[in-house]
């Protein structure tokens, strides 16, 4: 089945510490998104990437990282710089024209 | 930058009634297109229609569809006959036709469906 797999579910995370939140695809899209909502909120988009070994950041992209070595790989860092990491992270890939993204389910990051 | 407004942070409609969630945006812009998405309580973001702003003619799927208004930059949504399983968040989204990995979202409206 075609689709997008964004592990793990949940996850928790110690202060001081950065975790990584992993986006495969096999959709074969060209450009790859990492959104952040917070709970009742709209979707803020955090890094996004065109093509392989290049990314943009988006509108809060500060205390976040991302890599695109591989087209169906987009893995999302949250460092310890990230003040305010708790919410809910959705990956979304699309191809090009007037295609709408796809979702992944999501992973829910919690501070322990 | 493009500019999605949804007006309504939340509605109720009846079970079985029809109701229609509001979606403006800001452009300047001629191609574009315009999707609502929905996100019920799992969270999961589901495509329920599109509209490419170059058709004339409004999108329907179903139950759902769409009143789109080029010139007044309007993009509303309307689900016919209502279900439980409608509740969720309804997101309004635009994608640049000129730069195609611009997508913008709106800030949602959440939809209450009483039984």
């Known amino acids: 089945d075609g689709g997008i797999t964004q592990s793990p579910k949940y996850l928790f995370r110690k202060e001081g510490q950065n975790v990584t939140l992993s986006c495969e695809q096999n959709l074969n899209h060209d450009a790859m998104y990492w959104y952040r909502q917070d709970p009742g909120q709209g979707l803020r988009l955090i890094y996004y990437?065109?093509?392989?070994?290049?990314?943009q950041k988006g509108d809060i992209a500060e205390g976040y990282s991302v890599s695109r070595e591989k087209k169906e790989s987009f893995p999302l860092t949250v460092t310890s710089a990230q003040k305010n990491p708790t919410a809910f992270y959705l990956c979304?890939?699309?191809?090009?024209?007037?295609?709408?993204?796809?979702f992944g389910d999501g992973t829910r990051l919690s501070i322990l | 930058a493009q500019t999605v407004t949804q007006s309504q942070p939340e509605m109720s409609v009846q079970e079985a009634e029809t109701v229609t969630l509001s979606c403006t945006y800001d452009?300047?812009?001629?191609?574009?297109?315009l999707f609502w998405y929905k996100q019920p309580p799992s969270r999961q973001m589901i495509l329920v229609i599109r509209q490419e702003a170059y058709k004339q003619q409004n999108a329907t799927e179903n139950r759902f569809s769409v009143n789109f208004q080029k010139a007044a930059k309007s993009f509303s949504l309307k689900i016919s006959d209502s279900q439980l399983g409608d509740a969720a968040m309804y997101f309004c989204a635009y994608r640049s036709g000129y730069n195609f990995n611009k997508f913008y979202f709106g800030s949602g409206t959440k939809l209450n469906v009483k039984p």
């Open positions: 979304a890939t699309t191809t090009g024209g007037y295609q709408p993204q796809h």
């Open positions: 990437s065109q093509i392989v070994n290049d990314f």
């Open positions: 452009t300047s812009e001629s191609d574009y297109y």
